[in-house]
T-cell receptor, first 113, second 110 residues
Framework: KAGVTQTPRYLIKTRGQQVTLSCSPI?????VSWYQQTPGQGLQFLFE???????NKGNFPGRFSGRQFSNSRSEMNVSTLELGDSALYLC????????????FGPGTRLLVL | QKEVEQNSGPLSVPEGAIASLNCTYS??????FFWYRQYSGKSPELIMS????GDKEDGRFTAQLNKASQYVSLLIRDSQPSDSATYLC??????????FGTGTSLTVIP
């Protein structure tokens, strides 16, 4: 079974731009969660989608948004990029909402200049 | 106060020794606790989950939970160089939100 895939793997943007990251979950998984990982803050939960509905949201500003499509693929968008948005963005898929069944993708490394 | 706190390390132990990793959490009502391992440049992978007070063993790994002290630990027996990684503690709080610690870097010295 194919794992979680994320595209692109690397991205360089400048301040003020916007970016869209994509995540394809494991086949059959309906839950997709997004995380931001930085050296200083560690892994922080952004939001979780299940069957196209956002079920949970972390403490991030409204510049961070996401959506999920009917095939469970998910996208995350960050508008008006700031230098502090430079991070590894990880997507995790699960057949449920438990951390016990979450499988992480390889991540998208975003650098904001 | 952070939701989940871990000593960042680095923690170094000789091969064959016991590595002890600790984590505290702030939401007393949290019910689900997890340990993830993350190798450099890789994604986190689940090692252990624990839900009840006490110990839970899986091979060389033992997770310990003390809800009264809001404390979770992970013991790695017979540490191997391949155990060298960053270990992340994660907690699901009463609001069904997941919080991760910043991780403890472990190095096992051959």
């Amino acid at each position: 079974k194919a794992g979680v895939t994320q595209t692109p793997r690397y991205l360089i943007k400048t301040r003020g731009q916007q970016v869209t990251l994509s995540c394809s979950p494991i086949s059959g998984h309906r839950s997709v969660s997004w995380y931001q990982q930085t050296p200083g803050q560690g892994l922080q939960f952004l939001f979780e989608y299940f069957s196209e509905t956002q079920r949970n949201k972390g403490n991030f500003p409204g510049r961070f948004s996401g959506r999920q499509f009917s095939n469970s693929r998910s996208e995350m968008n960050v508008s008006t990029l700031e230098l502090g948005d430079s991070a590894l963005y990880l997507c995790a898929s699960s057949p449920s909402t438990s951390l016990e069944t979450q499988y992480f993708g390889p991540g998208t490394r975003l650098l904001v200049l | 106060q952070k939701e989940v706190e871990q000593n960042s390390g680095p923690l170094s132990v000789p091969e064959g020794a016991i590595a002890s990793l600790n984590c505290t959490y702030s939401d007393r009502g949290s019910q689900s606790f997890f340990w993830y391992r993350q190798y450099s440049g890789k994604s986190p992978e689940l090692i252990m989950s624990i839900y009840s007070n006490g110990d839970k063993e899986d091979g060389r790994f033992t997770a310990q939970l003390n809800k009264a002290s809001q404390y979770v630990s992970l013991l790695i027996r017979d540490s191997q160089p391949s155990d060298s990684a960053t270990y992340l503690c994660a907690v699901e709080n009463t609001g069904n939100q997941f919080y991760f610690g910043t991780g403890t870097s472990l190095t096992v010295i051959p």
